[in-house]
């Protein structure tokens, strides 16, 4: 069964996944990736507010051996690496680069109305 919440447009939104992650996480025994999906989502959350400026939705799922996130906004704008964000030279832009930095696989998907911003994390001892 998959966990689901939608999230405002706002920046109360980063906050609210963070907190949702946790509770997921601690409620089916994912805890050694609570601090990792964490600090993906908040990444992730944050992109959608500043960068879709729509409403989203966050699904957890499971598949076996798998924690999978995907943020669905309706933004059809594609999740993008910065080039001067490879290269260090700007501030902001460095929450693609963080999934697709610890994430175990990563993708953005476009679909009508949008797109999905995914990410999986590999259970330990379960790999």
Not at 48 to 65: E, F, I, K, Q
Not at 74 to 85: E, K, M, R, W
């Amino acid at each position: 069964m998959d966990d689901v919440i939608q999230l405002p447009a706002d920046v109360s939104s980063p906050a609210l996944a963070r907190r949702f992650v946790t509770e997921c996480c601690a409620e089916s025994g994912d805890a050694k990736l609570s601090e990792i999906a964490v600090l993906l989502v908040s990444e992730l959350v944050t992109n959608a507010v500043v960068h879709a400026h729509t409403p989203s939705v966050l699904t957890l799922s499971r598949p076996t051996g798998r924690l999978r996130v995907e943020l669905r906004d309706a933004n059809p704008d594609p999740a993008l690496i910065s080039s001067a964000t490879q290269n260090g030279h700007r501030e902001g832009g460095r929450g693609v680069l963080l999934v697709q930095t610890l994430a175990d696989r990563w993708g953005s998907d476009a679909h009508e109305g949008g797109k999905t911003v995914w990410f999986e994390l590999v259970v330990p001892g379960l790999e």
